[in-house]
């Protein structure tokens, strides 16, 4: 079974600094697909950014890029500038691609604070 | 276009007592999904659906049943509520394998 784990339960970073959030997960399959939610505490899940595992590049998406390491299986979201605004509960979730009763599996997620 | 809508947002129950939480979306997904979220456990799914008709269990499905008459609802039931049970309920739709998931704005459930 596939699993995703967050190692992070808690960052921090100052305004206007950049911080990376990692994500590391287990699978056998070589096809899947990425992806990092933002939870503010409005409790609303809002995807910032997703990566298909068959493409080499790097996905970004503004001020958030993911570093996506298929062979070490790491998966990590690394946040430029970071505003107050970006303060929030970080999930990596992976889905397996091409199965259509295919599930997401969440890591257990990053509280990121932000100092202004 | 609504999206997916749950309701209600806020719930507390007593043990013992059943309820259901309210499931729809407009947009003609497959793919419906529950998942519970509780702190330091991030999103577990609870039950999920393939289309009308069709229900299977994720990783917690015990003390939740489903059905899915219809394509836009998805409804989740608690026969006999638990305080365990006490958690944020989201619902979320796709409409193919390889989407994006789109959530509900979740349901704060409390059971006394």
């Known amino acids: 079974a596939q699993t995703v784990t967050q190692s992070q339960p808690e960052m921090s970073v100052q305004e206007a600094e950049t911080v990376t959030l990692s994500c590391t997960y287990d699978t056998s399959e070589s096809d899947y697909y990425l992806f990092w939610y933002k939870q503010p505490p409005s409790r609303q899940m809002i995807l910032v950014i997703r990566q298909e595992a068959y493409k080499q590049q790097n996905a970004t998406e503004n001020r958030f890029s993911v570093n996506f390491q298929k062979a070490a299986k790491s998966f990590s979201l690394k946040i430029s500038d970071s505003q107050l605004g970006d303060a929030a509960m970080y999930f990596c979730a992976y889905l397996n691609y091409g199965g259509s009763q295919g599930n997401l599996i969440f890591g257990k997620g990053t509280k990121l604070s932000v100092k202004p | 276009n609504a999206g997916v809508t749950q309701t209600p947002k806020f719930q507390v129950l007593k043990t013992g007592q059943s309820m259901t939480l309210q499931c729809a979306q407009d947009?003609?997904?497959?793919?419906m999904s529950w998942y519970r979220q509780d702190p330091g456990m991030g999103l577990r799914l609870i039950h999920y659906s393939v289309g009308a008709g069709i229900t299977d269990q994720g990783e917690v499905p015990n003390g939740y049943n489903v059905s899915r008459s219809t394509t836009e609802d998805f409804p989740l039931r608690l026969l006999s509520a638990a305080p365990s049970q006490t958690s944020v309920y989201f619902c979320a739709s796709r409409r193919g394998s390889n989407e994006k998931l789109f959530f509900g704005s979740g349901t704060q459930l409390s059971v006394l």
């Open positions: 947009m003609n997904h497959e793919y």
